[in-house]
């Protein structure tokens, strides 16, 4: 990696400081750090056995104060589906940080199928997942690839929204799945992310670019992305810095690191990944507002959704942002990460 060692200039003049690259395990045999990962990888089509599980795990605290607060409704065998009924499902619904457009939107789907009728809970509760999931249904989900060379995905959000780990846990399973993959620790102003981010590399066995401390965020990324053509990468992903979405400072960083990465793959960046804090419950959305245009973001990864009851969090989020929730994070273990599949969301949401 000689290259590396020398400050150079790049084409959009940004002086490239030195940066290291480490080659963190040898390609065979220290892959299996946690264990190998299950068929259920991030790619993997959802709905079926350990997948599903897993989302109905990581479900669980939303799903039952949900089912726990609409079981309360039917007190005897049956329910009459009024207005009185309508009024108390949807205050029940609101509680998850759906949104009030989202819960008015079930609450009047279950009144025209089911008003006037005497129904049991499981017969509202698969109304309401029927009509969850068809508003969660996006067009694409997969990560969008580059037609040839190195895919190359920037990681944004606010600090501590679970940038780092979701990048490792989507770095091993790529890597599991056999894709080369480089990672760039462009949040370089913690020195704690770069450690992070490098015991993530050795956990994975795959190359990490660290900058020196306080280095140009965008000369590591563009460095990140040079060692991925050089080494014929399958896919780059890159952590940036995640300060508070008002700073325009940040945005401006941001902005910086794609023009820069632009410039040595002219397809690049191909996905602009926000990742969401799911405990943040509506705070999320406010999140996401501050970064979705500035940053160009083309989909969502909706972190810490395990630890969250407000994953109904999740409807407004697709409303308002028109963006496809791609990923998301189950957990802190290397293999809590998921393709979002919207039917498996939806039952492991309501699925009593
Ligand atoms: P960053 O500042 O955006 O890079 O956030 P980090 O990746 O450092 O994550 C912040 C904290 O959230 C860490 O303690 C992570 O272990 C934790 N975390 C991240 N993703 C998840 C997840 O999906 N589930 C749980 N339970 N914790 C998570
Ligand atoms: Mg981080």
Known sequence: ??????????????????????????????????????????????????????????LSKTRQALNTDIRDLFKAEGRLVDDKFLKELFSR?????????????????????????????????ETITEQTQSML?????????AESGPTVILVVGVNGSGKTTSIGKLAHHLH??????VLGAGDTFRAAAVEQLTVWAGRIGCEIVTGKPEADPASVAYQTVDRALSIDADVAIIDTAGRLQTQTNLMQQLEKIRRVVEKKIDTAPHEVLLVLDATAGQNAISQA????????????????????????????IREQFQLP???????????????????????????P
């Open 1 to 58: 990696m000689p290259q590396s060692k020398s400050t150079t200039s790049n084409d959009a003049g940004n002086e490239i400081r030195p940066v290291d690259v480490q080659t963190t395990a040898s390609q065979s045999g220290a892959t299996s750090a946690e264990g190998s990962s299950k068929s259920s990888g991030p790619q993997s089509k959802s709905g079926s056995g350990g997948l599903f599980s897993k989302m109905r795990g990581a």
């Open 93 to 125: 619904l609101i509680r998850t940080d759906m949104g009030v457009a989202s819960a008015e939107a079930i609450r009047d789907d279950v009144a025209q199928r089911l008003r006037a009728r005497v129904v049991s809970l499981e017969e509202v509760l």
């Open 137 to 145: 249904i996006q067009e694409s989900t997969g990560l969008q690839y």
């Open 176 to 181: 599991q799945s056999g894709q080369k993959v």
């Open 289 to 316: 507002r501050g970064f979705s245009d500035a940053a160009g973001c083309t989909g969502i990864v909706l972190a810490k959704l395990d630890g969250s009851a407000k994953g109904g969090v999740i409807l407004p």
């Open 325 to 351: 929730v791609k990923f998301v994070g189950l957990g802190e273990g290397i293999d809590d990460i998921a393709a979002f599949d919207a039917a498996a969301f939806a039952k492991a949401l309501f699925a």
